[in-house]
């Protein structure tokens, strides 16, 4: 314990500090788990780059897109990442599934699924947990002006203006708003809630915590053999001037039979007293 103010002050903003430092660590770390993941996979191309597998919904709109499109991310992801040849396998696969069979390997993670929404939807309501619900990521594959409402009328149809019109008046009275949440499964909502699981620190949270920890220990347990060796090194080191000072005391009193015969010693040097 040191025994001057200032040590002992130094020693008490010490310990300060740390309990400082070990509950700004603590509470960055309950800040880090119910913190929103951040979402890096915006657009085409960065799920391209993404290590996650692919797969899209075994419909013939989809199949019909790849043979028409001109737009290269899309021809990329399907030559590269839906049908492709395997050198490992040795064989062509594709990874068009079932709406029911992408969604759940979604579920299990680490998997990318293009489906449509009006099919999606009610999956994902049914089966997916909350947590699930608000970790999902929506792009867009098709491009916005493939997903527009169009009538196919012959050319130079008289009838292709009334159809026009008709259309427009329908979104803008919203009758095809209306039809689409008739018939279309309302996009599940994210109710972010405090669960148990969320609040479970796993070890790559706290190993540096541990490691500093064991550093210390082993850094305290070196000081404390270099603090013990000193110390004996400076007792042998006194024992040894102790008795050659009781030596010189004796060949002293063989000459001078006059000193007291019980000189006091204080490590250092032999005094007399009278």
């Known amino acids: 314990m040191p025994h001057l103010s200032s040590g002992r002050c130094t020693s008490f903003f010490i310990l300060l500090f740390g309990y400082l430092m070990y509950q700004y660590y603590s509470a960055s770390i309950v800040g880090t788990l119910l913190m929103e993941q951040p979402k890096s996979i915006k657009t085409l191309r960065n799920l391209i780059d993404s290590r996650l597998t692919l797969g899209i919904e075994d419909i013939p709109y989809s199949r019909d897109y790849f043979v028409r499109t001109t737009d290269a991310d899309s021809l990329e992801l399907h030559r590269t990442r839906i049908e492709y040849y395997e050198p490992k396998t040795g064989r062509n696969e594709s990874n068009f599934l079932a709406a029911a069979d992408g969604l759940q390997l979604v579920r299990e993670g680490g998997y990318a699924f293009h489906v449509a929404i009006s099919a999606a939807y009610r999956i994902i309501r049914l089966t997916f947990s909350e947590r699930e619900i608000c970790e999902l990521s929506e792009i867009d594959m098709f491009p916005v002006w493939s997903q527009w409402m169009v009538a196919i009328v012959q050319k130079n149809s008289p009838y292709r203006d009334v159809i026009t019109y008709g259309l427009r008046r329908l979104n803008e009275a919203g009758l095809m708003q209306r039809q689409r949440h008739v018939w279309q499964e309302a996009k599940p909502k994210c109710v972010r809630q405090i669960a148990p699981t969320d609040l479970i620190v796993d070890l790559d949270a706290v190993v540096s915590a541990f490691v500093l920890l064991c550093g210390g220990i082993c850094l305290s347990v070196c000081v404390l053999f270099v603090e013990i060796l ?45």
Request: hydrophobic share 25%; net charge positive.
């Open 230 to 274: 000193c110390h004996r090194i400076e007792r042998r080191r006194h024992g040894c001037h102790r008795r050659e000072l009781w030596r010189n005391h004796f060949v002293m009193m063989t000459k001078h039979p006059s000193l007291p015969a019980q000189p006091r010693c204080d490590g250092t040097e032999l005094f007399y007293v009278e």
